[in-house]
């Protein structure tokens, strides 16, 4: 079992930046796969970024390259999402995640319960 904490959200004008973290409980954490997906009012949840278990392998969202960066520390079984540049657009509940990889919310077992992130304009 993993126990997944999101902080580190906020208000943030446009152009600014926020560092998301996850604090992982369980002994199983440096196994898994860790993601960011977000979820804005209305909207369906949609995938941001994922990072392999072993540092391996980043992905991102088409609409966050360039101007996030996913990374993890498994020896402190945390996860951060470095947000630069933030738009309007990126308003969202946050959520960090936990799983076998990919783009996908049900390739993800393991969810936080989410951060608010807000980007005024």
């Known amino acids: 079992q993993v126990q997944l904490v999101e902080s580190g959200g906020g208000l943030v004008q446009a152009g600014g930046s926020l560092r998301l973290s996850c604090a992982a409980s369980?002994?199983?954490?440096?196994?898994?796969?860790m993601a960011w997906f977000r979820q804005a009012p209305g909207k369906e949840r949609e995938f941001v970024a994922t990072i392999s278990w072993n540092l391996g392998t980043t992905y991102y969202a088409d609409s966050v390259k360039g101007r996030f960066t996913i990374s993890r520390d498994n020896a402190k079984n945390t996860g951060f999402l470095q947000m630069n540049s933030l738009k309007p657009e990126d308003t969202a509940v946050y959520y960090c995640?936990?799983?076998?990889?990919?783009?996908?919310?049900?390739?993800?077992?393991?969810w936080g319960q989410g951060t608010q992130v807000t980007v005024s304009s």
């Open positions: 369980g002994p199983t954490f440096s196994s898994y796969a």
């Open positions: 995640v936990a799983g076998r990889g990919g783009t996908v919310v049900g390739q993800y077992a393991y």
